[in-house]
């Protein structure tokens, strides 16, 4: 979700020193368009393929390896990302041009399929986990570990990480492709990649496995305790209905 937030931050820092595609339809205020793209195409291929075709051969994919996946898309992402800023840097130094801002799909296509196995997972599990009338604060405290939390930390990160987006001179503007080509902010991608790493070695572990296998286990335990009591005094109900029942039609000359 730190990768994710970056979509209307520091992607839009890169795309701003390139040069619009289709005509000027395309540029870094649009890009965000294919994540959007991104999640209906890989959700429904993920949504409708992927996990019936597992299904049928009776495999299912751990909630941490979902997470994993996740952030091993944004990984790609930024790698995409700095494979851009090496791009835009070598085009500029030999030529002194703006390279296409189609040179972004990739990294938002990347954000968007981590979004379809990261975010929808922890939608699911905080379902799970919440009992009762807890499911909605359970939704609620994804909601910001989700989407208020990594931008939290994102602000902090700027802010520590703010003199690679100034030039040499100590300059704050680098809106002009000759400002960025002397920034650093590479070094802001290769950070964020990073992080993104150390995401998916995390949920790879087999101990973060267990731990939120236990987690819903526990709670689909009590779930089905709870349907299981439910039915038992259904069932207790129904009994009591039909005896009343045959005592009134014995009752009756």
């Given at each position: 979700n730190?990768?994710y937030?970056?979509?209307a931050t520091t992607f839009?820092?890169q ?10 339809y ?5 890009m965000?368009n ?6 209906l195409?890989c959700g429904y291929l993920?949504g409708s393929k992927l ?7 009776d495999?299912r ?6 997470f994993?996946?996740?952030s091993?898309?944004?990984?790609l ?7 851009t800023?090496?791009i835009i840097r070598?085009?500029?130094?030999e ?5 296409s801002?189609?040179w972004?799909?990739?990294s938002?296509?990347?954000?968007g ?13 905080a ?7 807890q499911?909605?604060?359970?939704s ?9 939390l990594?931008?939290?930390l ?5 802010r520590?990480?703010?003199?690679w987006?100034?030039t ?10 000759s400002d960025y080509?002397d ?5 802001y ?7 993104a790493l150390f995401?998916?070695l995390?949920?790879?572990m087999s ?5 939120v296998?236990?987690i ?5 335990d ?7 009591t ?10 009591a209905?039909?005896c009343d ?6 009752g009756i000359?």
């Amino acid at each position: 979700n730190v990768a994710y937030s970056q979509m209307a931050t520091t992607f839009k820092v890169q795309g701003i020193v390139m040069k619009s595609a289709l005509g000027g339809y395309l540029d870094a205020a649009t890009m965000n368009n294919f994540d959007a793209i991104s999640v209906l195409v890989c959700g429904y291929l993920v949504g409708s393929k992927l996990y019936p075709a597992l299904a049928k051969r009776d495999v299912r994919i751990p909630t941490s390896y979902k997470f994993a996946l996740g952030s091993l898309c944004g990984v790609l992402a930024m790698s995409c990302a700095l494979l851009t800023e090496y791009i835009i840097r070598t085009t500029y130094a030999e030529t002194g041009e703006e390279i296409s801002v189609l040179w972004q799909t990739m990294s938002y296509a990347l954000i968007g399929c981590g979004e379809v196995f990261c975010i929808s997972a922890a939608y699911e599990v905080a379902f799970t986990i919440g009992s009762g009338s807890q499911k909605a604060f359970a939704s609620a405290t994804n909601l910001f570990f989700v989407g208020g939390l990594p931008n939290i930390l994102c602000i902090f990160l700027y802010r520590m990480c703010s003199g690679w987006f100034h030039t040499s001179s100590g300059g704050t503007s680098i809106q002009s492709i000759s400002d960025y080509a002397d920034s650093q902010v590479y070094n802001y991608f290769f950070l964020l990649l990073v992080i993104a790493l150390f995401g998916t070695l995390l949920n790879l572990m087999s101990p973060i496995k267990r731990w939120v296998a236990s987690i819903e286990n526990v709670r689909r335990d009590e779930e089905h305790e709870r349907e299981a009591t439910s039915y038992s005094i259904w069932l207790k109900r129904q009994h009591a209905r039909r005896c009343d029942t045959v005592e009134v039609a014995d009752g009756i000359p």
